[in-house]
């Protein structure tokens, strides 16, 4: 039975209570991945043995063991924490389910993390900086981490690079040039912290060595536990987190790289800043020795579907709420469409950058017409491109100089016809004179083989060579199976050599100080980048890995990879060397038919809700927060979703798929018939996409138990506590107005409270049973008897004006009574006008906010 491994580069993408759907679907990932491993792999829990023999039997059928390896994880916000907890597991040979005691161990862990109990996740001590204590969060994320790492045994299942994102607040840029030659800023406030645990080839330049280092940056379980914290910090729910040093370290922060450490850190998802890109460069490094198969498998919790409330039809124009309600969508619009755009721009560059070549060298190697002509081809374009390679290899040694702080906006940093034979006028060895030759490899002096051609070229190369030697692998019957998995593996080899002297070489590179800008800068550039190369022995450790290829695989394929790589880059030469690999892409979401309902009249239902399925997407991301039996519902659906998904992916048909998704049933302790009647209450409960909506149905299920009243009660305190209207400590005149038991002292805020007291009372009723409120006092000033006082007051001086016979005294009797009645009036109509804002406020929050339901109330 041959192994063919099916490769993914996971990219979790989601936010704050959607954690727990996630949770749900990274748990069945690591349990495929593991049915589906080698012998030895962490073996599955009571409850999910049948599960795993079903993913095994439909990987290991026939002759082909299909092995599904998660090598790659990016993560951002919630996927960031799954992501760290997933990548955690593979580096240290663990599970996510280490303890089946009580169920799935993510499960209770997430069901008791999501919880919004007081002095818990909701803090109960006064913290001002947000609603939510991330110092415990932080704690339990530690704790998480540590306990699947410790889980683990000694050595690791397989290399795995993770990455996690964040959004640094703060004053994060660089500064560009324009065509004019003025000065602006680019603002990048996107951070970026890789860990890994591959195996790591270094090359030596002064020994001309390489060496192999197994190394595990996912160890380290509170530096990861860190960067989760940070990636998940929601804006005004979780306080940011400072960046410390080691994390500023590179490692694990890739980028900003010019930025001091110490930088303020919020969600990761604010910039919706999945990291395609460098998750491609660590899928096109990474060695192939047999067959593979790679995808990227997008894990985002969005129908991309719009909402009811913002639908607008007709002719009229719509109101302004109908218009601000539509405007807001964008943002999220451009955040996934985006992250699409930019996957199909890297599967095109993908395809691009190797299929078209790809058929050439093939055609060329079986085709000895086709072959003679490339050759003839690539000699007279060889000045061509050693020309642009020229341009090229320069103004990439100035971009890895300036920490990619240097930009093609810039004019200056064109290089024009004189500038390459002022270039070519140097020693450059680093890539060949143009004189047509296209030999791969030459002599030097001391009769050692040298490569002239330079590190991009090399790595093309070898490319090239290893995708023709694995698409001959997938066909080839088992006697010629052997020799070449032989060849495939030198090949492998050969480019992890050129890797490490590639790497070598832009470390070198980074700390070198080379400017385009100056008069003569190109030249000045390719003496400095000659020297690096002669200090690295580049043509001789290259010159040596290749020949070691040519014994291994021919010379021929060597000799025709070159050509191809000059006929097809000649005239985009100039271009910098950047990594890609092709790929099939999925997108795994909770908007696939449940097919365990297809019988059911609430699998239409179900497929109507799409991603409103969960409770996760309500109440801005934070609703499975609300009760633990809904994080339970949307960890199942996470589960249910990856079923459909990736046994799609693996060729499973609906039979299958349906009686997996009931063996899920069986092992998280549900029925069908209790899923079709959740599918139906959430289609009741949540008919109307409104965070209102969504709101009140969340009240209504806390309000059924005490549990739930308190979590309520805390949560809403907790809210009052971090509202901030005059300064950055909460504010005394907020609290006055909507706390529950706060006593004023000053006269201006029990006044205050007083107005605000029916507003008050009808608010807290709305959000739980029997708040409990304290009274306000009523002021002096709108006491009902003061007007009365004050005529009263008002008519005995005119009595004592009328009687007294003393002129002055008369007069000034008659001026104050006048002036006590008109006062009294006027306060009688104040005090009249006050009532009436306070009852119409008070109907106005009655009528926006529905009562507690009957059902709640009798509980």
């Not at 991945?33 to 095994?56: N, T």
């Not at 205050?752 to 306000?776: D, G, Q, S, V, Y």
Request: net charge negative.
């Amino acid at each position: 039975m041959t192994d063919h491994e099916i490769r993914i580069a996971l990219v979790l993408n989601g936010g704050v209570s959607l954690a727990v759907w996630m949770g749900g679907v990274t748990h069945e990932l690591d349990l495929i991945r593991r049915a589906s491993g080698p012998e030895g792999s962490p073996a599955p829990q009571a409850y999910d043995e049948v599960l795993a023999q079903r993913w095994r039997e439909l990987c290991h059928q026939g002759e082909e063991r299909r092995r599904v390896v998660v090598d790659v994880i990016a993560g951002t916000s919630a996927g960031g924490l799954n992501g760290s907890l997933l990548a955690t597991a593979i580096s240290n040979g663990s599970t996510l389910d280490p303890d089946g005691e009580h169920g799935p161990w993510l499960r209770q862990k997430w069901v008791g993390l999501g919880s919004l109990e007081v002095g818990k996740l909701v803090p109960s001590v006064d913290k001002p900086s947000s609603v939510l204590d991330g110092e415990y969060f932080l704690d339990e994320l530690d704790e998480l981490i540590k306990g699947v790492a410790e889980a683990g045994e000694s050595t690791a299942e397989g290399a795995v690079t993770l990455f996690v994102t964040a959004s640094g607040l703060g004053v994060q840029q660089f500064e560009a040039t324009d065509a004019a030659g003025q000065c602006f800023v680019v603002p990048d406030h996107r951070y970026l912290f890789r860990f890994t645990s591959e195996q790591t080839a270094t090359y030596d330049g002064q020994t001309r060595t390489f060496s192999v280092a197994d190394k595990n940056e996912l160890t380290n379980t509170k530096l990861l536990a860190l960067a989760a914290r940070a990636s998940a910090s929601f804006p005004a729910a979780f306080a940011p987190v400072q960046e410390t040093p080691k994390l500023a370290g590179s490692p694990p922060r890739l980028q900003p790289k010019m930025a001091d450490s110490g930088a303020w850190m919020v969600d990761g998802g604010v910039l919706d800043n999945a990291p395609f890109g460098p998750v491609l460069d660590v899928v096109a490094r990474r060695p192939v020795g047999g067959r593979a198969s790679r995808y990227v498998l997008y894990v985002v919790p969005s129908a991309g579907v719009g909402h009811a409330a913002t639908q607008l039809v007709g002719t009229d124009a719509p109101s302004w709420r109908k218009a601000a309600l539509s405007a807001v969508q964008f943002p999220r619009e451009v955040d996934f469409r985006s992250d699409v755009e930019q996957l199909e721009r890297l599967l095109l560059e993908a395809d691009a950058s190797w299929s078209d070549t790809q058929r050439l060298f093939d055609r060329c190697m079986e085709q000895p017409v086709e072959r003679a002509r490339l050759s003839e081809a690539a000699k007279a374009l060889q000045p061509t491109y050693s020309r642009g390679r020229a341009a090229g290899e320069v103004w990439e040694a100035v971009t890895i100089a300036s920490q990619d702080q240097t930009t093609v906006l810039d004019a200056a940093t064109s290089l024009s016809e004189q500038d390459i034979d002022e270039i070519l006028a140097t020693e450059h060895p680093w890539v060949p004179d143009p004189d047509g030759s296209t030999k791969p490899l030459r002599t030097d002096a001391e009769g050692k083989p040298s490569w002239l051609w330079g590190t991009g070229a090399a790595e093309r190369v070898v490319r090239l060579v290893l995708r023709s030697l694995r698409t001959k692998l997938d066909s080839a019957g088992a006697p010629q199976r052997e020799e070449l998995e032989h060849r495939l593996q030198a090949t492998s080899d050969c480019l992890q050599k050129t890797q490490a002297v590639r790497d070598a070489l832009s470390g070198q590179l980074a700390n070198a100080e080379l400017e385009l800008k100056v008069p003569g800068g190109a030249e000045t550039v390719a003496v400095a980048l000659s020297d690096i190369f002669e200090d690295l022995q580049v043509q001789r450790a290259l010159g040596e890995a290749f020949a070691d290829l040519v014994v291994a695989v021919g010379w021929e394929l060597v000799e025709t990879a070159l050509e191809v790589e000059i006929v097809s880059r000649c005239t985009s030469a100039r271009t910098p060397q950047q990594r890609s690999a092709p790929f099939q892409f999925v997108r795994l979401g909770p908007d696939i038919p449940l097919t365990l309902l297809d019988d059911l009249q609430e699998g239409s239902v179900a497929n109507l809700l799409k991603d409103r399925i969960l409770y996760g997407t309500q109440v801005g991301h934070f609703g499975a927060f609300g009760a633990a039996d809904w994080r339970r519902w949307d960890w199942l659906m996470g589960r249910l979703h990856c079923v459909a998904h990736l046994g799609a992916l693996l060729g499973a048909d609906p039979d299958w798929i349906r009686e997996t998704q009931r063996q899920v049933l069986l092992a998280e302790d549900w029925k069908v018939e209790k899923v079709a009647e959740r599918v139906q209450r959430l289609a009741d409960d949540f008919r109307e996409a409104t965070v209102l909506s969504a709101l009140t149905t969340m009240r209504d299920e806390l309000n059924q138990s005490a549990e739930g009243r308190a979590t309520t009660k805390g949560l809403a305190d907790r809210m009052v506590q971090v509202s901030v209207a005059l300064g950055e400590q909460p504010s005394s005149w907020v609290k006055a107005m909507a706390d529950r038991k706060y006593q004023p002292k000053s006269w201006l805020l029990r006044s205050a409270r007083w107005f605000t007291e029916p507003a008050r009372t009808t608010l807290w009723e709305r959000l739980i049973r029997n708040p409990k409120l304290t009274p306000a006092k009523q002021p002096l000033l709108f006491q009902r008897w003061l007007p009365l006082a004050a005529i009263g007051l008002s008519i005995v001086l005119l009595i004592v004006a009328g009687v007294v016979d003393v002129a002055a005294v008369r007069i000034i009797a008659a001026l104050l009574a006048g002036l006590v009645l008109a006062a009294g009036t006027a306060l009688g109509v104040v005090s009249l006008y006050v009532g009436r804002v306070r009852s119409r406020i008070q109907a106005w929050i009655a009528a926006k906010i529905p009562k507690i339901s009957p059902e709640s109330r009798s509980r």
